[in-house]
């Protein structure tokens, strides 16, 4: 009888380690699934601040080019900021804002415009007043974003 017990015993058993290694397999890949997910979470925190140092950067940069663009240059028919109250349109260009990490581009448009800022009331002071305006839009996943910087120029 012992052996007929053990027999009975053995076939009991048969299997069982396949069962604990699927079920280890099972729990390592969900924990795998869950630090994947955790490192994402915390790496795309990371890139939404790359983007707005990168859009930061590019508007600084049209600051400066605002800045330093001649008075003369600024207001003739070819100027970089075409007058907005006289109807001249002013077109988009397409620029690359910066590269994310990974090596993909961050494309963008910047639309520029100027506006007069000289008060029609003051005719004694004879200064020319324009406000340059930079739009910069970006798309990042299914979003689109906008961010505008204006320049005070004075003559």
């Known amino acids: 009888m ?16 396949l069962l604990e290694a699927s079920i280890a397999m099972g729990a390592a890949a969900i924990l795998a699934l869950l630090l994947m997910k955790s490192s994402l979470l915390s790496i795309s925190g990371n890139q939404w601040a790359s983007v707005q140092s990168l859009t930061d950067a590019a508007l600084t940069k049209e600051e400066a080019l605002a800045r330093r663009v001649p008075f003369a240059d600024l207001t003739s028919a070819t100027s970089l900021w075409p ?14 804002i910066g590269k994310m990490t990974g090596g993909n581009a961050l494309p963008g448009t910047i639309t520029r415009f100027r506006v007069s800022a000289t008060p029609t009331d003051d005719t004694e002071a004879g200064l020319s007043l324009w406000r340059l305006y930079s739009v910069l839009r970006y798309r990042v996943g299914q979003k689109e974003y906008v961010k505008s910087s204006s320049t005070l120029r004075v003559q």
Do not use: E, F, Y
């Open 2 to 17: 012992k052996t007929v017990i053990h027999g009975q015993r053995q076939r009991q058993c048969r299997g069982s380690l």
């Open 83 to 96: 007058d907005a109250a006289a109807g001249i349109p002013s077109t988009g260009k397409s620029v690359v």
